[in-house]
């Protein structure tokens, strides 16, 4: 599986960005493709998760409000639309794919980084 994350950019506070996770490769229908961050000098965190058959997850609820996740199952893609970014959101964006659907499996496969960067 092959994963390829795009869209990040520089953002003034209070923008918006909407980034993309192409994934090849998969097996099966049935899958599930999820977005993390990592700020600098902070660990991982997942930020939400979304299956095939449109199972949403959003890890930290407090961004629920601001980022929404969504697919395209016929492109193999997801998107996270992150509206009213703040300076806090900056962090390098990646997507990742569990071995099945389930998505709080083990993440298998991980796409290359994007950066979002939010200016103040």
């Known amino acids: 599986v092959q994963l390829q994350a795009s869209g990040g950019g520089l953002v003034q506070a209070g923008g918006s960005l909407r980034l993309s996770c192409a994934a090849s490769g998969f097996t099966s229908d049935d899958y599930a493709i999820g977005w993390f961050r990592q700020a600098p000098g902070k660990e991982r965190e997942r930020v939400s998760c979304i299956s095939s058959s449109g199972g949403r997850t959003y890890f930290d609820g407090s961004l629920k409000g601001r980022f929404t996740i969504s697919s395209n199952n016929a492109k193999k893609t997801a998107y996270l639309q992150m509206n009213s970014l703040k300076p806090e959101d900056t962090a390098v964006y990646y997507c990742?794919?569990?071995?099945?659907?389930?998505?709080?499996?083990?993440?298998?496969?991980w796409g290359q980084g994007t950066q979002v960067t939010v200016s103040s």
């Open positions: 990742a794919a569990p071995s099945g659907s389930d998505c709080e499996a083990h993440w298998e496969y």
